[in-house]
């Protein structure tokens, strides 16, 4: 089986256009990462143990609104437990907020045979037919949603962080009324593609934050950026 080559920046170069940990809302270095002139691409398998490279991961958060106690909408976020033979074992059994994955020589080949231009907007166009590619691998969303780029992960307190760089976006999925929280039908549907995505729903994200224990790194590094006055319970 041909050996999944995945799209890199070297550490150094992050490091030079503006290294941070944690959470950045400046995505400005992200015109630099994408740069075909900063990016290779790495078999897989050296890559996750390579941490003078990183590898750039679209990370979408999918949020719907639902009723809260006083009937004003309140925001519940997209969340599953990764199951035991998904592609990234170091998080197996944590809860993850984020779907998307590894932009590959799949989409450079897929933009190629389309008759994609070269230059900067290329650049951008692999990334998001990447990240395009991996949300219908994960998930089906039949309703549909609205996506903004929101902001920047990088964690290099963990193994796996030290190896990747994720590119957080917001998709607010298209619905006609907030849903009911008492009912899981009520939400927008999300339907996962892989097996390995486990006791999905839509979870209050101060629930979540309330057990850090259980969640990935980027997961509660995410939920603590995107829901700063989330009460805690």
Same mark, same amino acid.
């Given at each position: 089986?041909?050996?999944e080559?995945?799209?890199?920046?070297?550490?150094?170069?992050?490091?030079?256009?503006?290294?941070?940990?944690?959470?950045?809302?400046?995505?400005?270095?992200?015109?630099?990462?994408?740069?075909?002139?900063?990016?290779?691409?790495?078999?897989?398998?050296?890559?996750?143990e390579?941490?003078?490279?990183?590898?750039?991961?679209?990370?979408?958060?999918?949020?719907?609104?639902?009723?809260?106690?006083?009937?004003?909408?309140?925001?519940?976020?997209?969340?599953?437990?990764?199951?035991?033979?998904?592609?990234?074992?170091?998080?197996?059994?944590?809860?993850?907020?984020?779907?998307?994955?590894? #932009?590959?020589?799949? $989409?450079?080949? /897929? %933009?190629? @045979?389309?008759?994609? &231009?070269?230059? *900067?907007?290329?650049?951008?166009? +692999?990334?998001?037919?990447?990240?395009?590619?991996?949300?219908?691998?994960e998930?089906?969303?039949?309703?549909?949603?609205?996506?903004r780029?929101?902001?920047?992960?990088n964690?290099?307190?963990?193994?796996?962080?030290?190896?990747?760089?994720?590119?957080?976006?917001?998709?607010?999925?298209?619905?006609?009324?907030p849903?009911?929280?008492?009912?899981?039908?009520?939400?927008?549907?999300?339907?996962?593609?892989?097996?390995?995505?486990?006791? #999905?729903?839509?979870? $209050?994200?101060? /629930? %979540?934050? @309330?057990?850090?224990? &259980?969640?990935? *790194?980027?997961?509660?590094?995410? +939920?603590?950026?995107?829901?700063?006055?989330?009460d805690?319970?």
């Amino acid at each position: 089986m041909p050996v999944e080559h995945v799209l890199c920046v070297p550490t150094a170069t992050f490091r030079e256009l503006g290294y941070f940990q944690g959470f950045q809302t400046d995505t400005a270095a992200l015109a630099g990462l994408l740069d075909p002139a900063n990016t290779l691409y790495l078999p897989r398998p050296e890559a996750e143990e390579d941490p003078t490279h990183k590898q750039l991961i679209p990370y979408c958060v999918l949020i719907a609104r639902a009723a809260g106690p006083d009937g004003a909408p309140v925001e519940r976020v997209f969340a599953y437990r990764r199951g035991a033979g998904g592609g990234e074992a170091r998080l197996a059994a944590k809860i993850s907020c984020g779907v998307g994955g590894h #932009v590959s020589t799949v $989409d450079r080949d /897929a %933009l190629a @045979a389309a008759g994609s &231009r070269n230059g *900067s907007a290329a650049a951008d166009d +692999l990334y998001r037919e990447g990240m395009r590619r991996e949300l219908e691998e994960e998930v089906a969303i039949p309703g549909g949603y609205a996506e903004r780029l929101v902001g920047l992960i990088n964690d290099d307190a963990t193994e796996v962080g030290r190896v990747h760089l994720g590119v957080v976006h917001r998709l607010d999925l298209r619905q006609e009324r907030p849903a009911d929280p008492h009912n899981r039908k009520s939400f927008p549907q999300v339907t996962p593609q892989e097996e390995t995505m486990i006791d #999905v729903g839509f979870y $209050d994200p101060a /629930a %979540l934050l @309330a057990d850090p224990a &259980r969640l990935e *790194s980027w997961t509660r590094i995410a +939920l603590e950026a995107l829901f700063p006055t989330a009460d805690r319970p």
